[in-house]
């Protein structure tokens, strides 16, 4: 499987994007699909993940209440909403596949990512 993220851009401080996981050559219905943030000059953090059957798991307590990931199998995509954005948020975002059972935080756990998108939050 090959995945594609989009949806990023220059926003203010306290508005929304939602950002697109769009598989191909294969089915994303198959994977549990994870979201990682990666800021200037840090490492690859775990924002929120889905199970292939649709289920969230715990999200990153920076993203509790504020971003909602949800999957649309018929479009081969995975979303992450994003609202109340803070310049926290500012970095690239990934999308990639864990082929465990469960989808777990660590970025090591995953495989086949694919380009970011980058989203910046002026304040």
């Known amino acids: 499987v090959q995945l594609q993220a989009s949806g990023g851009g220059s926003v203010q401080a306290g508005d929304s994007l939602r950002l697109s996981c769009v598989a191909s050559e294969s089915a994303i219905s198959a994977y ?9 000059g840090k490492g690859r953090k775990f924002v929120a ?11 990153a307590d920076s993203a509790e ?29 990934y999308c990639g596949v864990d082929l465990g059972e469960y989808p777990r935080r660590n970025s090591r756990e995953y495989v086949y990512w694919g380009p970011g998108t980058q989203v910046t939050v002026s304040s």
């Open 32 to 40: 549990n699909i994870g979201w990682f943030h990666q800021a200037p």
């Open 49 to 59: 993940a889905i199970t292939l059957s649709g289920r969230p798991t715990p999200y």
């Open 65 to 93: 209440g504020r971003f909602t990931i949800s999957r649309d199998n018929a479009k081969n995509t995975v979303y992450l909403q994003m609202n109340t954005l803070n310049s926290e948020d500012t970095g690239d975002y």
